[in-house]
């Protein structure tokens, strides 16, 4: 039998003892996090009843959507380093509460300016929680508890898309949209309330802000989003799509120089001449441009086409969210087997393959036959590609790099919502704006989506490594 010694060595660290409340405080913090994905989905089924009740036209429609993802993503590596400087707990209860705020704010809009900017005061607030939320996760279980509390963590993401589209249905055809909205301040009010006494404060380490950095990288892509919007209205070579298009390519300069000589950059550039990051990133704007278009052009598609009620929409888009998540658990399965190369080929593939259908629907079709399963087999193949872009970003470069890569990856995540809302809208809208029975933009739109992932598909095996990754054990963000 050992002998433990009376005094250990003293450069031996020891751990710090396990918080007691850890599990609570773990399904707190999950709430938390669930309310951000759920606002994702939630408002795309609300968007034809949010159209006609404050008129509003496709442009602003469309920022609906795109405002919060933008700013949830733009400003996640800013959210990030202020938890690292100011505490995890004090930064989580910050964004919770600008969260819950601009969530009553966004339920009761009466205009298209006042629900923009609930949404993007919501994506401030998400920016701010969510990543404080996983350091939490991550600083207070250790070991085998660990590796299950961010399995717990991950689960939420797809749990969260489905719960979404169901919810949206249900609150948009009984008290009305704004309830989409109303449903998170209750929540966020007793979370509020309970997470100080939960959780423990968190120790605060001495960092740099790059706030110019978060500003340009945020304002590039919104620069970026109005263009490709206003190309819808104004045609692509107009001078207001153009310049904004012009000017995001600036701004986007301008950051790179100002991460190049900030002393605490907010991104290091150098992660994107990794090839493994560079190729995760690439996937994950792709899977997540794809995924959310989906949601936006199926429930203007089967609302204004299909005369399908904001509840039926939802009930189509059940299946879709749930496919996605057995498509990242097959894909997890799969990596080892195959590659990665080889899962993000046949993901794509598949997804180019649900995306064809939905391209020659017309006013007859019969949705629950063609639009439903045909968007559930691509989001099947989605699913599969958000397991292989994470795993290839994290698990095919030095262990160290690991964090730098994941704020990388999930930034990219939001900010491929955004961009792939902005498109499709604008290729579609000659039917989001036109006559009910116009399927015109609706085919360009879906037959935009086809190609992106059969070009993806094709580009796969060149940029991603060769080599399977090693189990990273980390969390995906949705």
Same mark, same amino acid.
């Given at each position: !039998?050992?002998?433990?010694?009376?005094?250990?060595?003293?450069?031996?660290?020891?751990?710090?003892?396990?918080?007691? $409340? $850890?599990?609570?405080?773990?399904?707190?913090?999950?709430?938390?996090?669930? %309310?951000?994905?759920?606002?994702?989905?939630?408002? @795309?089924?609300?968007?034809?009843?949010?159209?006609?009740?404050?008129?509003?036209?496709?442009?602003?429609?469309?920022?609906?959507?795109?405002?919060?993802?933008?700013?949830?993503?733009?400003? !996640?590596?800013?959210?990030?380093?202020?938890?690292?400087?100011?505490?995890?707990?004090?930064?989580?209860?910050?964004?919770?509460?600008?969260?819950?705020?601009?969530?009553?704010?966004?339920?009761?809009?009466?205009?298209?300016?006042?629900?923009?900017?609930?949404?993007?005061?919501?994506?401030?607030?998400?920016?701010?929680?969510?990543?404080?939320?996983?350091?939490?996760?991550?600083?207070?279980?250790?070991?085998? +508890?660990?590796?299950?509390?961010?399995?717990?963590?991950?689960?939420?993401?797809?749990?969260?898309?489905?719960?979404?589209?169901?919810?949206?249905?249900?609150?948009?055809?009984?008290?009305?949209?704004?309830?989409?909205?109303?449903?998170?301040?209750?929540?966020?009010?007793?979370?509020?309330?309970?997470?100080?006494?939960?959780?423990?404060?968190?120790?605060?380490?001495?960092? $740099?802000?790059?706030?110019?950095?978060?500003?340009?990288?945020?304002?590039?892509?919104?620069?970026?989003?109005?263009?490709?919007?206003?190309?819808?209205?104004?045609?692509?070579?107009?001078?207001?799509?153009?310049?904004?298009?012009?000017?995001?390519?600036?701004?986007?300069?301008?950051?790179?120089?100002? +991460?190049?000589?900030?002393?605490?950059?907010? %991104?290091?550039?150098? %992660?994107?001449?990794?090839?493994?990051?560079?190729?995760?990133?690439?996937?994950?704007?792709?899977?997540?441009?794809?995924?959310?278009?989906?949601?936006?052009?199926?429930?203007?598609?089967?609302?204004?086409?299909?005369?399908?009620?904001?509840?039926?929409?939802?009930?189509?888009?059940?299946?879709?969210?749930?496919?996605?998540?057995?498509?990242?658990?097959?894909?997890? $399965?799969?990596?080892?087997?195959?590659?990665?190369?080889?899962?993000?080929?046949?993901? !794509?593939?598949?997804?180019?393959?649900?995306?064809?259908?939905?391209?020659?629907?017309?006013?007859?079709? @019969?949705?629950?036959?063609?639009?439903?399963?045909?968007?559930?087999?691509?989001?099947?193949?989605?699913?599969?590609?958000?397991?292989?872009?994470?795993?290839?970003?994290?698990?095919?470069?030095?262990?160290? +790099?690991?964090?730098?890569?994941?704020?990388?990856? @999930?930034?990219?995540? +939001?900010?491929?919502?955004?961009?792939?809302?902005?498109?499709?809208?604008?290729?579609?809208?000659?039917?989001?704006?036109?006559?009910?029975?116009?399927?015109?933009?609706?085919?360009?739109?879906?037959?935009?989506?086809?190609?992106?992932?059969?070009?993806?598909?094709?580009?796969?095996?060149?940029?991603?490594?060769?080599? @399977?990754?090693?189990?990273?054990?980390?969390?995906?963000?949705?």
């Amino acid at each position: !039998m050992t002998r433990t010694p009376a005094h250990a060595p003293a450069h031996v660290h020891t751990r710090p003892p396990a918080h007691p $409340r $850890r599990w609570t405080a773990l399904a707190l913090i999950c709430v938390a996090q669930f %309310m951000l994905i759920l606002d994702v989905t939630v408002v @795309n089924v609300a968007l034809p009843r949010i159209a006609v009740d404050l008129g509003l036209d496709r442009t602003s429609l469309t920022w609906v959507v795109t405002a919060y993802t933008l700013c949830f993503g733009g400003l !996640m590596l800013l959210g990030g380093r202020l938890a690292d400087a100011l505490g995890a707990r004090r930064t989580l209860l910050a964004g919770l509460a600008v969260f819950t705020a601009a969530s009553l704010l966004s339920g009761l809009a009466v205009n298209a300016p006042m629900l923009i900017g609930g949404r993007i005061a919501q994506g401030v607030g998400a920016a701010l929680l969510s990543p404080a939320a996983l350091a939490l996760v991550t600083t207070s279980f250790h070991g085998a +508890e660990r590796a299950k509390a961010l399995g717990v963590w991950a689960a939420i993401g797809g749990t969260g898309s489905a719960v979404g589209v169901l919810l949206g249905g249900v609150l948009t055809d009984g008290p009305g949209w704004p309830w989409i909205f109303y449903v998170n301040v209750p929540v966020g009010l007793a979370l509020l309330a309970a997470l100080p006494t939960i959780v423990p404060a968190s120790v605060r380490t001495p960092a $740099r802000l790059d706030l110019p950095g978060a500003l340009l990288v945020t304002a590039a892509t919104g620069s970026l989003i109005y263009g490709l919007v206003q190309a819808g209205d104004t045609g692509w070579a107009s001078a207001s799509a153009l310049l904004p298009l012009l000017g995001s390519v600036l701004l986007y300069g301008i950051f790179a120089a100002v +991460e190049r000589a900030s002393r605490a950059p907010l %991104m290091d550039l150098r %992660m994107l001449t990794l090839r493994p990051v560079v190729a995760g990133s690439f996937l994950m704007l792709v899977a997540t441009a794809l995924l959310i278009a989906f949601f936006f052009l199926g429930s203007v598609q089967l609302q204004k086409l299909h005369g399908f009620s904001a509840l039926r929409t939802g009930l189509v888009f059940l299946p879709v969210a749930v496919t996605t998540a057995v498509g990242a658990h097959l894909g997890s $399965r799969l990596l080892g087997l195959v590659g990665p190369r080889a899962c993000a080929t046949g993901g !794509m593939a598949i997804a180019a393959l649900g995306c064809l259908p939905p391209a020659l629907v017309t006013p007859g079709t @019969n949705a629950w036959t063609t639009l439903l399963p045909a968007l559930s087999l691509a989001a099947l193949g989605l699913g599969a590609v958000f397991v292989t872009a994470t795993t290839t970003a994290l698990g095919l470069i030095a262990p160290h +790099e690991a964090g730098l890569a994941s704020g990388i990856v @999930n930034t990219f995540h +939001e900010v491929g919502g955004s961009i792939g809302v902005a498109l499709v809208s604008t290729l579609a809208a000659a039917s989001i704006q036109g006559p009910a029975a116009t399927t015109t933009g609706f085919t360009a739109a879906f037959t935009f989506c086809a190609a992106l992932a059969t070009t993806a598909a094709l580009t796969a095996p060149f940029l991603i490594p060769p080599g @399977n990754p090693r189990p990273t054990g980390g969390p995906h963000a949705h």
